[in-house]
Structure formats: C-alpha cells, structure tokens
C-alpha cells in the first residue's frame, strides 16, 4: 500500500468524524476535521503526482475519498439547515449519475474513462469553499449574508453545468463506434 493510498483512507475514516461533529453541532471541530481531510487530499495528490506515489489502488481511492467527503458533508448541513435541500439533490444526484454511467459501460463492455473537466474542476472548488464557508460561519461566529446565497448559487450552477458537460461527454462515448 502507498502512502498516498494510506492518506486516502485516512480521509475516509475521517467522514463519519466529521458527520458525528456536524449532527452534535460542533462546527468549530467539524470545520477543523474537514480542512485537515482537505490538505490530506493535497498531501496525497503532491506524493503520488510527484514523488511517484502513484497507483491503480489510488486512481479509485482518492476521488472515492473526496466524494465521499463532500457528499456526507453536503447532506449533513442540509439535514441541519445550513444549505439547501435542492443543493444537496442536485449535488448528489450528479456524483450517482457519474458513478451509473461508468458502471453501465463497463455492463455493456463499454468501459469509459472519466477524466476531470475543467468544469467539474471548477464545480469541485466551488463545493469546497461553499462547504468550508458554511462550517466555518459558524466555527467563528462570522454571518456570511449574501456571501453564501451567492456561493450556493454559483455551486448549483456549476453543478448542473458540469453534470451536463459529463452527460454529453457519456453519449459521445456511447454513440463512438467500439474499438475492437
């Protein structure tokens, strides 16, 4: 097992940390937890890109991690009231959408590789900060007014902009003659 792998999973078991301090209402820990997961993410990313950390194990692990992470703390702080439900749906319904399609290829002996767009890159950032504005408003007591409703906005958007972009990318791959 590499490091990078290790720090990964080490991220992992994080998200039942974070959920546990989101449902207790500990935000100022919750936040804490969730920068800590995020510069482990860093972290993993600078070994294995270059240190030669890299491996198969960690092509998987690492965005299972972050998905992991964003999701649970995306319906976190909707069952809590920090963002909205039609966020979170959307949120969701994207990363289950990916994840759907990559099987039904590989059902169909049709394996597609899902490579980042540069908006899904962008709409990642943007789940991030959302994320850590929410937890940290309330770890330090900062109102964030119009700040979140922008942010939670611009996430929506980038949200739906980059399930889209992913959808057509899918049926390009679908439609393409098979290689054999």
């Not at 959307?90 to 059902?107: C, E, H, K, P, Q």
């Not at 991030?128 to 979140?148: D, R």
């Amino acid at each position: 097992m590499t490091v990078p792998n290790l720090i990964s999973l080490f991220r992992l078991f994080l998200v039942p940390l974070i959920v546990w301090l989101i449902i207790e209402h500990n935000l100022l820990w919750a936040f804490w937890v969730f920068v800590i997961a995020g510069a482990s993410d860093a972290v993993d990313g600078l070994i294995a890109r270059h240190l030669g950390g890299a491996s198969e194990l960690g092509a998987y692990l690492d965005p299972l991690a972050d998905k992991a992470l964003l999701v649970t703390i995306y319906v976190c702080l909707a069952i809590v009231g920090e963002l909205p439900a039609w966020l979170v749906i959307a949120v969701v319904s994207r990363d289950i959408l990916i994840v759907g399609a990559v099987i039904l290829s590989w059902t169909l002996a049709r394996p597609v590789t899902i490579r980042p767009l540069m908006v899904s890159k962008a709409n990642t950032v943007a789940q991030i900060v959302l994320a850590s504005m929410v937890l940290g408003s309330h770890a330090f007591a900062v109102p964030l007014g119009a700040t979140k409703v922008l942010m939670v906005g611009l996430t929506g958007l980038l949200t739906v902009i980059s399930t889209g972009a992913y959808l057509m990318e899918w049926i390009r791959h679908m439609a393409a003659e098979p290689h054999r």
